[in-house]
């Protein structure tokens, strides 16, 4: 299950939402100003990565989703290299 970041957009109050369906549909609210303005956040996350090459960097790109808003793509690197 998923667990998803949510950053009110009027107070500027931190949330989390567990979702326990794939196609479960909600409406979030803050709860400290009930507003619903909310943009979704990036979670900090914890990882090791093996030591020696550049590769086994992480990497952060950004890129334009919308007009006058910008989104990121971790890449972590794994097994799989």
Known sequence: ?????FRCLE?????E????RFNEKIEL???HCQSSSLERVISKVNFITRSGSSRSKPTLTTKSCQPGS???????PGADE
């Open 1 to 5: 299950m998923p667990v998803y970041e």
């Open 17 to 20: 939402k567990r979702f326990t």
């Open 29 to 31: 609210r803050c709860p």
């Open 70 to 76: 910008k989104c990121m793509t971790l890449d972590i």
């Open 11 to 15: 107070c500027g109050q931190l949330l």
